[in-house]
């Protein structure tokens, strides 16, 4: 099935037809289905803006029949044709089930308000992130740095990444392993130098000596 590339900026989204595109709406340079198609006023041919511009910037005849001074127009019917046309959502492969009209497309997808629950969007708490849209509510719940955390020793509340590496060295719950590696085990920061003045594997100054 012939494919067009979508206009969201991103190059991996192609977008399969249903049904093969009839050949009319090929562009006659890159032979692909025809995206914002312009029609020259020479001889009817259609191609793609992009592909037609450099055409146009460089002053060079019309790529299908030669006439040198090339002059075109948007084809809307055109358009609105290929935007009529079925297609299946870029994501299927990662089990996207929509189908409906290329003109639909950026709806679909769109990162704010779209539908599809496959395309990656970004985390709304701003960590930088991006996560398919299915995955965003157990983004923010448990993986993102940004998200709302209280220390597991104290009731500090801030980000997890604040709480984990700032207030964690300075917690004065956090707990701590003894240096003496006693039987003890951990010990609260804010107790830490008590134990030690107890600990039975403390090394102490002999009074006699």
């Excluded at 004065?172 to 107890?198: A, I, M, S």
């Amino acid at each position: 099935l012939k494919m067009a590339a979508s206009e969201l900026g991103n190059a991996d989204y192609e977008w399969e037809f249903i049904e093969p595109p009839a050949a009319d709406f090929d562009c006659e340079m890159c032979h692909n289905v025809l995206r914002e198609p312009f029609l020259t006023t020479c001889c009817g041919s259609h191609f793609c803006q992009a592909c037609v511009d450099p055409v146009v910037k460089e002053g060079k005849p019309c790529p299908s029949c030669g006439e040198g001074e090339l002059t075109m127009i948007l084809d809307k019917k055109t358009r609105r044709k290929i935007f009529s046309l079925d297609v299946r959502c870029p994501m299927w492969r990662r089990g996207c089930k929509w189908v409906g009209e290329l003109g639909d497309r950026s709806d679909h997808l769109d990162e704010k308000d779209g539908d599809c629950q496959f395309v990656d969007v970004s985390c709304s708490n701003a960590c930088g992130g991006r996560v398919q849209r299915r995955e965003l509510p157990t983004h923010l719940k448990q993986a993102c740095p940004k998200r709302a955390y209280v220390c597991d020793y104290c009731p500090f509340e801030a980000t997890f990444d604040v709480v984990t590496t700032q207030h964690w060295p300075v917690c004065g719950y956090f707990p701590l392993p003894c240096p003496n590696k006693c039987d003890v085990g951990r010990v609260e920061r804010q107790n830490l130098e008590q134990h030690l003045k107890e600990c039975s594997l403390q090394e102490v100054e002999c009074d006699f000596s």
